[in-house]
Structures are given as structure tokens and as C-alpha cells.
């Protein structure tokens, strides 16, 4: 029991760490669900951070990485449509690619499923994706009358 505890302490120190270092300079909670997920191995499901497993270790960075990806799925399922909208707009913004572009990719490839933490409430993610969805088409839209009035 004192082992287990001691190692959920090292895991909640290396989060904060993580948090304070890391992800304190990400500014969006869907940039760091995107960040989180690139650190995770699609093959195994376990998360990488030299940093983290090198004050650490490999075990409780993964853990800390895993804890951090969960609570940045949570916000965003929390968040409002409103504010999810513009956070895609954001990190739209912050990948330099063309939006129509960009989006025609989010509706065709759906890369956010990628981006959800294992053992995630099946609830949750069917709501998230649909969040992802109208959020898609709002952003669409609003760029519908920017394309009319480049084409005339």
C-alpha cells in the first residue's frame, strides 16, 4: 500500500512537472490533447518524454503523460461549442496550412479519434467527435462567403 502511494506521488509530481514546464506553454486544451497524443505510441498505447523519464522514470512519466492526456480530454469535452469552435479556429490558425484545405482533411481523415486517451468513456468520445463535427461545419461556413468573395 506505501509502495503504491508513494508511486501515485511520483506520478502527480511528474504531472506537475509536466504541466509547469511543458504544457503551461501550450495555450489550448485541443493543442495539448493533439501534443499528449504525439506522445504516445500507436503500437503499444504507452507514452514517451525523455525529459519527464529521465527525473523520473520511464513508468511514472507514462503515468503522468497518461494522467495530463485524460485531463485535456476532459476540458474539452467540458468545454462549450462555442469554445471548441475557437479552438480550431486557433489551431487551425497555428498550423500555417490553408484552411479549406485543412478542413476538407479533418472531415476526410477525422484525425482527432487519434488523439483520444485509452480507456476514455465510450460516451464521452462519441460526444467529442460530434462536437468535432459541428464544430467542422460551422468553421466551414463561415469560410463559405470568404471563398464567394475571392472567386468574384
Known amino acids: 500500500m506505501a509502495t503504491t502511494t508513494l ?19 501550450i495555450p489550448r486544451s485541443l493543442d495539448r490533447l493533439i501534443y499528449l497524443a ?12 525523455d525529459g519527464l523519464a529521465s527525473r523520473f522514470t520511464q513508468e511514472v512519466a507514462c503515468e503522468a503523460l497518461a494522467d495530463c492526456h485524460h485531463e485535456a480530454f476532459r476540458q474539452l469535452v ?19 496550412t490553408n484552411p ?24 464521452s468520445v462519441e460526444f467529442l467527435f460530434s462536437s468535432f463535427k459541428i464544430a467542422l ?3 466551414e461556413a463561415r469560410l463559405a462567403p470568404q471563398r464567394v468573395a475571392l472567386a468574384a
Open 38 to 49: 504525439s506522445m504516445r505510441d500507436y503500437n503499444t498505447g504507452l507514452y514517451y518524454h
Open 137 to 139: 461545419a460551422i468553421l
Open 7 to 25: 508511486r501515485r506521488m511520483d506520478v502527480q509530481q511528474a504531472a506537475d512537472d509536466l504541466r509547469h514546464r511543458t504544457l503551461s506553454e
Open 100 to 123: 479549406v484545405e485543412f478542413l476538407a482533411t479533418w472531415k476526410r481523415l477525422e484525425p482527432y479519434r487519434v488523439a483520444v486517451p485509452v480507456e476514455t468513456d465510450p460516451l
Open 78 to 96: 467540458g468545454c462549450s461549442l462555442q469554445g471548441l469552435v475557437g479552438q480550431m479556429e486557433a489551431y487551425m490558425d497555428s498550423t500555417h
